[in-house]
């Protein structure tokens, strides 16, 4: 087959294999720019040092981000990775769904809520 056709394209697509450890979270009911707080805390450290910073971190995003850290871990020792030399390579957080919701106001009026929503990834390698 031609060099640009789709399936080759994509057989050379799958034969590279991502060795890293990783753990997405769907539908998180955080906002984007909350849960960004968080991971611009823990970018680039290793895992114990990271875990250390969410377990007293006051936010609420903190909770559900040191879950899903432990979640990568866990996919992490799968892989036969060690788990002393593990680092997060990669966090990020993209918008996901807004539910919207009406609040009542004077004068008949109707104010909109949006309770935003957000796809949180992290994403671990070892040093």
Excluded: W
Excluded at 60 to 88: G, R, T
Excluded at 91 to 119: D, L, T, V
């Amino acid at each position: 087959m031609a060099k640009g056709h789709r399936s080759q394209i994509k057989r050379e697509r799958n034969e590279v294999k991502d060795n890293r450890a990783k753990a997405t979270l769907s539908y998180a009911r955080v906002s984007v720019q909350k849960a960004c707080f968080v991971l611009d805390a823990i970018r680039g450290k290793d895992v114990k040092t990271a875990l250390g910073i969410l377990a007293y971190s006051p936010r609420y995003a903190a909770s559900i981000i040191e879950k899903l850290l432990k979640s990568a871990i866990a996919n992490a020792e799968y892989k036969n990775m060690d788990p002393d030399k593990l680092y997060i390579e990669e966090c990020y957080a993209n918008q996901g769904p807004i539910m919207k919701r009406i609040q009542p106001r004077a004068r008949g009026m109707a104010y909109r809520i949006e309770k935003r929503m957000s796809h949180i990834t992290i994403v671990l390698n070892e040093r």
